[in-house]
């Protein structure tokens, strides 16, 4: 079995996720880029790893269907052998709504994708890297967000309780396991120029919304992959529990 540390990257075909695995593979880990519907985007991120002599696989996969999770772990399983870290990245938004104009389905949808399918990526992680079930040890990251503190009032609340909950996961599933050798760490990440917005029906979001920010921009997916490489990485080996705002002081 290879020396070389393993990262699966849930929704890592674009935006954040993209840039985690980029710069994960850069940084010496083998990747499973974890896509849910656009196999050209994660096919493109693989080659740009395996073109500067990484190894990554494109492994497709929707986090709010379990059995899809199931198959995507048994891929990492077949492909690499082994699991050292999980970047909990995947997540959606929906349109600007208010609260009492949304839809049980969209209630639901939000919350399976972003909080089911975050948990039971960690369970499955856990059932892998935990000394508990004769693992290495490893490294968890959850990708919440600001707006877990801010709300989102008037455009998505139920993304933001969705990442409240990514938040209070992290401190107990960290407690939880913190003694068999697995750190769960988070990163809030601000408004971040990716596709999200667009997907929520509001493409200009991040450049709208700059001003607002005590930095006066918005972040790129680069800088928050930073943050998520640092608590992925041994530098980072007392640091378990902790919530790092990448937000521009947002
Ligand atoms: P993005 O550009 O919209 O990319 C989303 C990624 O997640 C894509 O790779 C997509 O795969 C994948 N994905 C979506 N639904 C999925 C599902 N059900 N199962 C598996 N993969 C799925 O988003 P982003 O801005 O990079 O966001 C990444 C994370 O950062 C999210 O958790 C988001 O909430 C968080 N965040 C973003 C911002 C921001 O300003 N951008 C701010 C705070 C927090 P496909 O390519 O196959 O569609």
New binding site residues.
Partial sequence: MSDTPVVLV?????????AVCRLAARQGWRVGV?????RQ??DAVVAAITESGGEAVAIP????NAADIAAMFSAVDRQFGRLDGLVN?????DYPQRVDEMSVERIERMLR??VT?SILCAAEAVRRMSRRYSGQGGAIVN?????AVLGSATQYVD?AAS?AAIDTFTIGLAREVAAEGIRVNAV??????????A?GGLPDR?REMAPSVPMQRAGM?EE?ADAILYLLSPSASYVTGSILNVSGGR
């Fill in positions: 849930t929704g890592g075909s674009r935006g954040i996720g993209a974890n896509y849910a519907a656009n985007a994660a996969g929707d986090v709010g990245n995947a997540g959606i938004v994708v972003n399918g990708v919440s967000s600001m707006a993304y990442k809030r990440p601000g408004i971040i120029e990716t596709d999200l917005h997907s991040a997916p928050v």
